[in-house]
């Protein structure tokens, strides 16, 4: 019977029983508590983890939230690179001091070591993730629509996100002429992105290619208006827009009764539109104002390159052979829409939008162009906010 009996402890298991207690009288072993004595070990089982779950096991385990606290930004630049690369160098966690904590370890700056310096926290992490899902639902949205985006156009829409964070014209100036930031490629890129929504947005048979939806919601604050605008949750009826449209144009509002009009209060009309989001008084030139202005001051010519741009993804450029849109691109989870600290965009329910859905030619889905160019235009009876349509 002695020979079935289990051999003595090792050091470390030992060292570690007698530590924790764990597993006293029972002769099993804990292993988590384990881990927590080799927390190198335990940051790299910790980069496989959901953030829900990261965020769970730190707020219930004494142990591990130590092991986190003493390596923060390890633990959080470890997840947001392994899960979401391009996203996490994007939006550096340096340039979002508001989503940043002091470090809990103590550790002072480099520069000044009177003051501790500041790491990366869980809510810049799930910001990073919520802002790379989006994205990838953003192209694979637009190709479920029939047209297709390079590969980079991932890159690019969060680079343009991430001037979207910026409400002050010369800082976003100062951006967009950084070509380390900004390359010739990126630029074109961009054009190409802003021509596919065009593209999604008009009837490819009666629609007359007007773009007032595209810059309507390249004038707002986040991508997730144009995510809900594509998949039919927001914007999906003319008083939506309307609302939209006010919170972006310009014009008098003296006349406007107090409470404001069409759900949309006084002091919110036209916000949007100026620099630092209504605390300014100069108009906040749109992401796609500025890419264009860029492109003609690189003198890149791509008002030459238009008609490539509309026929990319749909004939081969070298067989000159029709390619066939994915019927079923490959899907993007979203398991991380629920950990935005990003504001939602009125979500609705899903019903008829004003997009075109370009799988289906019938006549009936070209019912947005009206109201958009009906109030772009001013003759939506907006009273003096949205009379001309200089205001998208």
């Not at 014009?251 to 209504?278: C, D, H, M, Y």
């Amino acid at each position: 019977m002695s020979g079935n009996r289990p051999g003595p402890l090792t050091q470390g298991e030992s060292s570690y029983r007698n530590a924790r207690g764990s597993g006293a009288g029972t002769g099993g072993f804990d292993l988590f508590t384990a881990l927590t004595g080799r927390p190198y070990l335990l940051i790299e089982i910790a980069r496989h983890l959901s953030v829900n779950a990261l965020v769970k096991l730190y707020s219930i385990s004494r142990d591990f939230h130590t092991v986190v606290d003493t390596h923060m930004t390890t633990v959080v630049m470890s997840q947001a690179i392994s899960k979401c690369n391009n996203a996490a160098r994007t939006f550096s966690y340096t340039t979002y001091k508001s989503l940043c904590i002091l470090d809990p370890s103590g550790r002072p700056k480099p520069d000044n070591a009177d003051e501790v310096r500041l790491v990366p926290s869980f809510r810049w992490l799930r910001m990073v993730m919520f802002r790379e899902t989006v994205v990838r639902r953003i192209v694979a949205q637009v190709s479920r629509l029939g047209h297709k985006l390079p590969p980079r156009a991932t890159l690019v829409l969060k680079k343009i996100w991430f001037m979207m964070d910026i409400s002050i014209n010369d800082k976003r100036s100062r951006l967009i002429h950084n070509t380390r930031f900004w390359s010739n490629l990126d630029l074109y890129v961009a054009t190409l992105i802003f021509v596919k929504l065009d593209m999604c947005f008009t009837d490819p048979t009666t629609g007359d290619g007007e773009t007032y939806l595209r810059r309507l919601l390249m004038g707002q604050r986040s991508l997730t208006t144009l995510l809900y605008t594509l998949e039919r949750k927001g914007i999906v009826d003319q008083l939506e827009l309307i609302q939209l449209y006010l919170e972006y144009t310009s014009g008098s509002i003296e006349n406007l009764p107090a409470r404001g009009i069409f759900g949309v209060p006084k002091s919110a009309i036209g916000n949007t539109q100026l620099e630092g989001w209504g605390t300014g008084h100069i108009k906040l030139m749109r992401i796609d104002e500025i890419v264009m202005l860029e492109s003609i001051k690189r003198r890149l010519g791509f008002e030459l390159r238009y008609p490539q741009m509309l026929l990319w993804g749909h004939v081969d450029p070298v067989t000159l052979i029709t390619c066939t849109p994915d019927s079923d691109p490959k899907p993007v989870g979203d398991e991380t829409d629920s950990e935005s600290d990003e504001p939602s965009p009125r979500p609705g329910p899903v019903k008829k939008s004003l997009i075109n859905p370009s799988a289906s030619y019938s006549s009936s889905t070209h019912t947005y162009a009206s109201p958009i160019r009906m109030i772009c235009l001013g003759s939506g009876g907006g009273g003096k906010a949205g009379a001309g349509r200089e205001g998208i």
